[in-house]
């Protein structure tokens, strides 16, 4: 039994004894609410404590974050307390969010997104931390001999979905097209990644490529009428500020007539016309069920490889193409 069932033994034992001392004189205490089928066990009742960093709030981390505790709460029911927070987008929140997870000694920590994983990585050598939503793990953590196993204390879940069949789509949509606008956040290591790889596809396609790099919301509109000016079509890769500023974007892109090719349907379903897709949901569920092997000593994190979306789909914003003129292909779905 390990020591924090035996905490939990000892801290009921104690609440009966206060109660029966009472003579029953006084209501006990509430249990605390809960969502609807929430499983999440009460504090201080679970086996497991998993500390949640998310990077910040949009569609496509609110979906890897649901996706990871739905695969906790089936795997191990009423064995988990998740505490959870968001980072707001600032890589020092990350960090001091990280401080804490390991001030508590939680048993492992979900790390949703690039800043949060680096965070983690330099907080933390022995508290188990898988990633998730991140692009590329090699870029994220400064790893040149990369195997796809990060080993030590880390492994998780990447958001990429193939580079060169983006590049494919683009190519498919827009033939004519000559210049392509790389919109990105330069702050993103892993959006600097997509956008240098995607434009040696897109080269060697024949268009020209520059590439439109902004450092935060407070220039992103101005930067994107730039690239606007000038391009024919604009491509964002999986970007988390990009993701928590679509209209912004799209208040840009679409009076000017540019259609967007963008890396995930969160960003499409804003601003895009677009998208070759993997599901957020379904990767941070695989990440729930790589934490549930490690917690119960089932999976060795050191040798887990890092996993990837099994399968990818082309979707299409239907509002924005229709505003744009656009009409897709009959192998694209809609956004819904």
């Given at each position: ?35 609807p089928g929430d499983t999440t066990p009460a504090q201080g009742t679970a086996s497991y404590t998993v500390g949640i960093c998310q990077q910040m709030t949009h569609d496509a981390l609110d979906a890897a974050t ?218 941070g569920y695989a990440t729930g069920e790589m934490a549930a092997q490690i917690l119960t000593g089932e999976g060795d994190i050191s040798t887990m490889a890092i996993q990837y ?28």
């Amino acid at each position: 039994m390990n020591k924090k069932k035996l905490a939990a033994l000892a801290l009921s034992g104690a609440m009966i004894l206060t109660l029966a001392a009472c003579g029953g004189t006084q209501g006990s205490a509430e249990t605390p609410s809960s969502e609807p089928g929430d499983t999440t066990p009460a504090q201080g009742t679970a086996s497991y404590t998993v500390g949640i960093c998310q990077q910040m709030t949009h569609d496509a981390l609110d979906a890897a974050t649901q996706g990871f505790k739905d695969a906790l709460n089936e795997l191990l029911p009423n064995q988990v307390e998740f505490k959870e927070q968001d980072a707001g987008g600032e890589y020092n929140n990350c960090a001091t969010i990280m401080d804490g997870f390991v001030a508590e000694n939680v048993d492992l920590i979900l790390a949703n997104a690039t800043y949060p994983l680096q965070a983690a990585a330099s907080a933390t050598a022995e508290i188990p931390i898988l990633g998730t939503s991140v692009t590329d793990y090699a870029t994220a953590l400064t790893i040149t001999d990369w195997t796809g196993t990060v080993g030590g204390n880390i492994s998780g879940t990447s958001d990429l979905a193939p580079l060169d069949q983006q590049a494919d789509m683009l190519q498919e949509l827009f033939p004519e097209a000559q210049n392509v606008g790389l919109l990105y956040c330069s702050g993103e290591p892993n959006s600097v990644y997509q956008v240098e790889t995607i434009e040696g596809y897109l080269t060697e396609m024949g268009y020209t490529c520059t590439q439109y790099a902004f450092t935060d919301v407070n220039d992103l509109s101005s930067v994107a009428q730039t690239a606007c000016d000038g391009s024919d079509v604009i491509y964002i890769p999986t970007d988390n500020t990009a993701a928590a500023n679509t209209e912004t974007i799209a208040n840009v892109v679409i009076p000017a007539g540019v259609p967007v090719i963008a890396g995930e349907s969160g960003i499409c379903s804003g601003c895009g016309v677009a998208t070759l897709s993997i599901s957020y949901y379904d990767i941070g569920y695989a990440t729930g069920e790589m934490a549930a092997q490690i917690l119960t000593g089932e999976g060795d994190i050191s040798t887990m490889a890092i996993q990837y979306a099994p399968t990818v789909t082309k979707m299409y914003n239907a509002a924005n193409c229709e505003a744009l003129g656009l009409t897709m292909p009959e192998d694209y779905e809609p956004i819904a």
